[in-house]
């Protein structure tokens, strides 16, 4: 009897012993859960500061490249301006431009094996446009329109054709320029979010504004996730056109423009003919 007793009483030892061990184990569990899960938060919460921080440091090189290439653009001092709110790119597409100028840009395409560089001569008054194309110091091609419609001459052949213009069919797509209506548009579907924002593939849009003796810029950055590009584009609001275009893909360089000559006095340039439609 006195040992079954002792049986007994070791089992209850036993089973206390027990209860106190499990009691133990949970506790040691619940708490290697709340590191773990304190671990992850911290670790995540470090990733969304590092990511955070570089698309400040990014945003930030990127402002400091737009300035000084501005500068290089235009010698004389910039004036930073307040950055405007995306919901304005319509107030941009609508900006009351001065638009007689002549300019000269240089036109570079790349499909990674094979560049095309072109030089544009563009001459505007109003509606009307005169644009000849260069490649290789020749002339190529001749365009002439009159808002509504644009006489090509293939200057090589001699082959000429009428192409009318409206909706998507503009000067500036038959000569191979970004038309900034375009660069409004995709401000303001990045602007409207959701499924519009979606559409357009935009993974970033930033908006940056210089003025130079009363003469505004409106900066334009932006980036695709799908196709790992970037884009900027120097708005001219005064004269209506895209200034400077840069586009890159998986860091290559795929196509740029660059505005080397500009005056909004055109009487050097403008001919008696130069709007009118040959015979």
């Known amino acids: 009897m006195a040992k079954r007793r002792q049986q007994t009483e070791q089992t209850g030892v036993l089973t206390k012993g027990g209860a106190v061990g499990a009691v133990v184990m949970i506790f040691i569990a619940v708490f290697v859960c709340i590191v773990a899960i304190t671990l992850l938060y911290l670790t995540g919460s470090g ?3 590092n990511k955070n921080n570089e698309q400040k440091e990014t945003e930030k090189n990127d402002g400091a ?29 609508k900006y009351n431009t001065k638009t007689t100028y002549y300019r000269e840009c240089t036109v570079v395409r790349s499909d990674g094996t094979n560049k095309v560089e072109q030089r544009l001569c563009i001459l505007r008054e109003g509606d009307l446009f005169n644009v000849k194309v260069i490649e290789s110091d ?13 006489y090509i001459v293939n200057e090589i052949t001699g082959d000429t054709s009428v192409c009318p213009l409206g909706g998507e069919f503009t ?7 970004t038309d900034h209506r375009e660069i409004a548009a995709l401000v303001s579907d990045y602007s409207a979010g959701g499924e519009r924002r979606e559409q357009t593939g935009l993974a ?9 003796k009363a003469s505004n810029m409106l900066v334009i ?8 590009t970037r884009e900027v ?23 740029s423009m660059n505005t080397t000559l500009f005056t909004a006095d055109i009487s050097e340039y403008k001919k008696p003919d130069s709007f009118i439609f040959p015979k």
């Open 47 to 49: 990733s969304l500061n």
């Open 233 to 255: 584009y120097y708005y001219y609001l005064d004269y209506g056109y895209i200034h400077y275009t840069e586009i890159t893909r998986d860091g290559a360089a795929i196509f």
């Open 138 to 150: 020749s002339l190529v091609e001749t365009l002439i329109s009159d808002g509504t419609q644009a």
């Open 221 to 228: 950055n932006l980036s695709k996730t799908a196709s790992q």
């Open 171 to 177: 000067l500036e797509k038959l000569v191979g320029l």
């Open 204 to 212: 970033s849009l930033s908006l940056s504004m210089f003025r130079n």
């Open 65 to 93: 490249q737009i300035e000084e290439h501005l500068n290089g653009l235009f010698p004389e001092e910039l004036e930073y301006l307040p950055t405007p709110e995306l919901s304005d790119a319509e107030a941009f597409e």
